[in-house]
């Protein structure tokens, strides 16, 4: 299965992931795909946009790049694309990890690379759940998990539990999307 777990910057992502990483039964389990590193590491964009600090991925570039990595894979290894850009290539399902806006701000602020505008910038797409309505726009196995007040470790399960339910047929409804509703946030300074 290839999932991509998606979601702001700043909801958990890389945490979720090291820790599936480091865990001996997960490890064997799930093949991670940074797909941050990836368009970093091999240069896999097609410019830069200054005005918001950010790389612009080549996205067929990328896909072409997870297609080949996947195939090199031990058969029925599950895959976990890991980024911001997950939810933009082909997978069995999406996993959204989502923070209420104000804990986001003050986890992005704590990062020396993010400015106000960039920790406003995604504060902003969280409340508009600008990342979910993608997802839900490519692909109908859409799963949210409010990372807000979890800590990293009941993060972590809740990702296995929606992959392990799904190997199985099954759809873990608690975590449907629809029930986070975040929308007055926006533009709060």
């Given at each position: 299965m290839?999932?991509?777990?998606?979601?702001?910057p700043g909801t958990g992502k890389t945490t979720v992931c090291g820790i599936i990483r480091e865990h001996s039964q997960y490890r064997k389990q799930y093949s991670i795909i940074d797909l941050n590193k990836l368009v970093l590491g091999e240069k896999l964009y097609t410019g830069k946009d200054a005005a918001r600090?950010?790389?612009?991925?080549?996205?067929?570039?990328?896909?072409?790049r997870v297609k080949q990595g996947i195939s090199q894979l031990p058969h029925g290894m599950d895959v976990i694309m890991e980024g911001h850009l997950s939810h933009l290539l082909p997978a069995d399902a999406i996993i959204v990890l989502r923070a209420h806006p104000l804990?986001?701000?003050?986890?992005?602020?704590?990062?020396?690379?993010?400015?106000?505008?960039?920790?406003?910038?995604?504060?902003?797409?969280?409340?508009?759940?600008?990342?979910?309505?993608?997802?839900?726009?490519?692909?109908?196995?859409?799963?949210e998990i409010n990372t807000t007040d979890m800590n990293s470790l009941a993060v972590v399960k809740s990702v296995v539990?929606?992959?392990?339910?799904?190997?199985?047929?099954?759809?873990?409804?608690?975590?449907?999307p629809g029930?986070?509703?975040?929308?007055?946030q926006v533009g709060i300074e």
């Open positions: 290839i999932v991509a777990l998606t979601g702001t600090d950010t790389y612009e991925a080549d996205m067929d570039k990328l896909e072409e804990a986001l701000r003050k986890r992005l602020g704590k990062r020396k690379d993010y400015s106000f505008a960039k920790v406003k910038e995604n504060a902003d797409a969280e409340a508009l759940d600008v990342i979910l309505v993608e997802s839900a726009e490519r692909n109908k196995n859409v799963f539990l929606i992959i392990e339910s799904l190997k199985q047929g099954k759809i873990p409804e608690e975590y449907l029930k986070i509703n975040w929308i007055e």
